[in-house]
């Protein structure tokens, strides 16, 4: 992936796969899916890839992105941190972006989503309320007793956005089967 920004980025493969797993554990440790990542390391696909980000030779963050089969006009944002010394310098504008060019340059999808769980005052989301172009609630997987509180955001590839509009997105079984 090239960078907008001087920014490195290592595709992940089986030499850099335990740091990734690391950073993973760290960031996500009620969530790490080391065979995620073993299929993103091994079966290496321009739309189902994960990045080592690297400012000179400091690793700053991660970054992938991944696509639900059932809609193949989007590109999803997969497991996006930026290392926590390195927060609040720039760096997760720059990797958001340059992650949305390189999905750009595939040119074979009309719209780049992120889906993510609020929390207030999560930073996270204030990156993604500067960035990108629509925020909508996405309450297709809420029951009467759990409502997960996600939020999906989009940008557009191609000149025209369309809302998500609620899409079934199968999260509550991914997550599931997470654990």
Avoid: H
Avoid at 13 to 21: G, T
Avoid at 27 to 55: E, G, Q, R
Avoid at 81 to 103: F, H, M, S, W
Avoid at 140 to 168: C, H, M, P, R, V
């Amino acid at each position: 992936m090239n960078s907008l920004y001087g920014l490195r980025y290592e595709i992940l493969n089986l030499k850099n796969l335990d740091i990734a797993f690391k950073i993973q554990k760290d960031i996500w440790p009620s969530d790490p899916d080391y065979m995620d990542l073993y299929d993103k390391a091994t079966n290496t696909k321009d739309d189902n890839c994960f990045f080592l980000v690297y400012d000179k030779n400091n690793l700053v963050g991660i970054t992938g992105v991944d696509v639900f089969r059932e809609y193949p006009d989007t590109v999803w944002l997969d497991w996006f941190a930026i290392l926590p010394e390195y927060r609040k310098n720039g760096y997760g504008k720059k990797v958001l972006i340059d992650t949305i060019q390189y999905c750009k340059s595939l040119n074979k999808f009309d719209t780049f989503r992120v889906e993510t769980t609020y929390y207030e005052n999560r930073p996270a989301l204030f990156l993604y309320d500067k960035v990108m172009q629509l925020k909508e609630d996405y309450t297709a997987e809420d029951t009467e007793s759990i409502k997960q509180q996600t939020i999906i955001y989009s940008y557009s590839l191609n000149g025209k956005l369309e809302l998500w509009n609620n899409k079934y997105l199968g999260l509550i079984e991914y997550y599931d089967n997470c654990k």
